[in-house]
């Protein structure tokens, strides 16, 4: 079988991740629709990543991550951004759901909200994001669209460290995406997505391991 673009650029990972003294207890911040979640939980699964999710928390009432943690069988916690008067009050309300559910890494699985200090600085050096670009080219919202109208021929995404300013803490793994000639955004955010399953939880295990 002749290998993809994406798999010639971006190696095979290892089949077998480290196992850490205590199962890493992720907590997973989430928008939409819960792919990511999807793929580290199957990853727990298989057992390649040495993790428990310890509880999901959302954000938009309608977000079908809620569907995917609930069948999963995960405590889940909606706090409504819509329902706070400032960014600081529900990040306060979001460290108070991950304490209680004694979570020491938190896993921002497709979360569409800017975070604040408050939850920063409750998990130093603990909080993970994956952004569907290669950082630091095409920061914040809509770096697909970005990629396309700025017409590079080379894509994809990459999981870092969370600090305040947006999408801009140390990267943790990469995965690159070639742009085809014909990509739509639709098309384009498709094959990132893949790579986005791939790595997210080797790039956690990673992180764990200091790296």
């Known amino acids: 079988m002749l290998e993809t673009p994406e798999a010639m650029i971006s190696p095979p990972l290892p089949t077998v991740w480290p196992r850490f003294r205590q199962p890493l207890r992720l907590g997973v911040m989430a928008s939409g629709a819960g792919t990511n979640l999807a793929a580290i939980a199957q ?60 979570v020491d890494w938190v896993i921002m699985a497709g979360w ?57 803490g140390p990267v943790v793994m990469q995965a690159a995406v070639p742009v085809q000639m014909q990509d739509t955004a639709v098309t384009l955010q498709a094959r990132i997505q893949t790579q986005e399953h791939r790595i997210y939880p080797a790039a956690i295990a990673l992180a764990a391991m200091g790296g």
């Open 112 to 168: 569409l909200r800017c975070v604040t200090s408050v939850l920063i600085d409750a998990f130093p050096q603990r909080i993970l994001n994956i952004h569907p670009s290669l950082l630091p080219s095409f920061p914040g919202l809509k770096a697909v669209e970005q990629a396309l109208a700025a017409g590079v021929t080379l894509s994809g995404c990459t999981v870092h460290h969370v600090e305040l300013a947006v999408d801009s």
């Open 43 to 102: 990853s727990i699964q298989s057992g390649q990543l040495h993790a428990q999710i310890q509880v999901v928390v959302y954000n938009n009432p309608q977000a079908g991550v809620a569907v995917r943690s609930t069948r999963l069988g995960l405590p889940t916690v909606l706090l409504n951004h819509r329902d706070y008067a400032s960014r600081e009050a529900l990040d306060g309300d979001i460290v108070q759901a991950l304490q209680a559910h004694d």
